[in-house]
């Protein structure tokens, strides 16, 4: 049974329990003010006069809400949802006082002219009201059904949005990174052949992994770090010993999620901006650690640093690791440059800390 089904059956039992509870309200107050007034009235009676009233407005409110969800108060519909619903609660009206007239036979025996005239005197106006108390509680709910709706329309689309603005940078992200990593085989090739053929065989596996999670916005940690140490099997090629990069990376965090493809361009930058423009050996140190809900990663080399990180114009790598997490997170993350006190650059990257064997 598919959940609309399940909703439509919902709705009797719930609907019944609806008109069952005022009807017992009503049986209290009549119940009550019979004491008071001094009559002769017993509670099972009281009862059996409240649900004979609201058991038939339940049976007669199936047509109301039918047509409320038909004939609604819209622009350009009014007049002729007015015309319906006019004669449609005089019908309403003198149904109900038929159909409790019948009941009021059997239960106290009386002829139905007698328990009609009654019913005309004292209900007919109440009646009218019921009707559009209906009516106005079906386009109550007809109406916060659309909003929902609608809401999860939009919702629906600004995923789709978010996940087709990913899909874009990532495709922008990977080209780079292949060029890139060419641009460094093209310049190995006229100082060592050997070393730029071994580069060929290190890129070819680090496209076959970076195309198997292709479609995958987040992995685990671990498998961020096995990307990741392909890419500086690349470098340490093309640099050797001036090249050597630290991880500090605790064992409780390497099943955290965090987006596909995010610490490469750290490093890259940090490669080229902190290490390719010095001639000292140059260090890079990656740390993540957890604490308060939160994944930090750092990213520091022991380069120049920057002089106004503010002003630190951002490649390819940077501006879309910056879009793919206000996309993924929204606010719920930080990205930071600034100088290390002991010098070079460091990036910390702050997320929501979330574990899970996402796309290896």
Not at 39 to 53: F, M, N
Request: hydrophobic share 50%; proline share 4%.
């Amino acid at each position: 049974m598919n959940k609309t089904l399940q909703r439509r059956w919902i709705k009797w039992p719930l609907g019944f329990a609806f008109w069952t509870l005022i009807g017992l309200s009503f049986a209290f107050q009549f119940y009550i003010s019979s004491a008071k007034a001094g009559l002769d009235v017993g509670w099972k009676q009281a009862v059996g006069y409240a649900l004979g009233d609201w058991y038939v407005f339940a049976v007669l409110s199936i047509p109301v809400v039918w047509l409320a969800g038909r004939f609604q108060f819209e622009v350009g519909r009014r007049a002729r949802s007015l015309a319906v619903h006019l004669p449609g609660s005089l019908i309403f009206s003198l149904a109900y006082m038929v159909l409790r007239a019948f009941i009021g036979r059997w239960q106290s025996e009386a002829s139905f002219a007698e328990a009609f005239q009654p019913l005309l005197v004292k209900t007919w106006h109440f009646n009218l009201l019921i009707y559009w108390v209906i009516v106005a509680v079906s386009f109550a709910f007809g109406y916060y059904g659309k909003f929902r709706e609608r809401e999860l329309r939009a919702a629906e689309l600004e995923k789709s949005l978010a996940q087709a603005k990913l899909q874009a940078l990532q495709m922008q992200l990977n080209p780079h990174f292949l060029f890139n990593s060419l641009h460094s085989i093209s310049a190995l090739m006229h100082q060592d052949v050997e070393a730029a053929d071994r580069m060929i065989v290190r890129l070819s596996d680090l496209l076959r992994a970076a195309l198997e999670n292709s479609d995958a916005q987040e992995v685990t940690l671990r498998a961020e770090l096995k990307f990741l140490q392909s890419y500086l099997e690349i470098e340490k090629i093309r640099f050797g010993p001036r090249l050597t990069v630290h991880m500090e990376i605790p064992a409780d965090v390497l099943t955290a999620c965090v987006p596909n493809l995010i610490l490469q361009p750290l490093l890259e930058n940090a490669i080229r901006h902190g290490i390719e423009p010095h001639a000292k050996p140059g260090i890079i140190e990656l740390n993540a650690r957890r604490a308060n809900g939160e994944l930090m990663l750092d990213v520091s080399d022991n380069g120049g640093g920057v002089r106004d990180a503010s002003a630190l114009i951002e490649g390819i790598g940077l501006a879309n690791t910056r879009a793919r997490l206000r996309t993924l997170y929204g606010d719920a993350h930080r990205f930071e440059l600034g100088n290390r006190p002991e010098g070079g650059l460091r990036v910390r990257l702050t997320i929501p800390f979330r574990t899970g064997e996402k796309s290896q």
